[in-house]
């Protein structure tokens, strides 16, 4: 018998009557899924402390965030995952605007969308929120 702890995602699909081909297929479909489980109550930012300059950004949970303009606004900032869809490497951030990818040179725009390939998937977008210094991901 499989415990929690002990589990796999193999495991368990092996345990559900999956097995061979469908079991690829089922762990492929799985392979560039670049979404992530934010933490409960969303990530939290201390503005007085990071993000300070436009452009600059950071990685939290998954998440890449990145300051777009001066001013502590919701607008000041995007936040997508931090995954390239076409193969799971962490995106940058640069000051064109846009997250790039530095292994195959994908580019999505600051909605996700891709503007550049060989990517072909959003980055999933987070919604942002700011309150006083504490700029919140959910
Ligand atoms: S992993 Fe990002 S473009 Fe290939």
């Keep these: ?55 600059s950004y950071i990685y939290s949970n998954g998440v890449i965030i990145a300051r777009t303009a001066s001013g502590n606004t919701a607008s000041s900032f995007v936040a997508v995952a931090q995954a390239c869809t076409h193969a799971g490497t962490s995106v940058v951030f640069q000051s064109s605007g846009k997250f790039h990818c530095p292994n195959h040179g994908a580019e999505f725009n600051t909605s996700g969308a891709v503007t550049q390939g060989p990517a072909t998937k959003s980055l999933t977008k987070y919604t942002v929120a700011v309150s006083g210094t504490t700029l919140t991901i959910s």
């Design 1 to 55: 018998m499989l415990t929690q702890e002990s589990i796999t995602r193999k495991d368990f699909l092996r345990s559900m009557g999956l097995g061979g081909s469908a079991l690829l297929a089922v762990l492929a479909s799985c392979k560039n899924a670049s979404d992530v489980i934010l933490p409960v109550g969303g990530i939290t930012v201390d503005l007085a402390t990071k993000l300070l300059t436009t452009n």
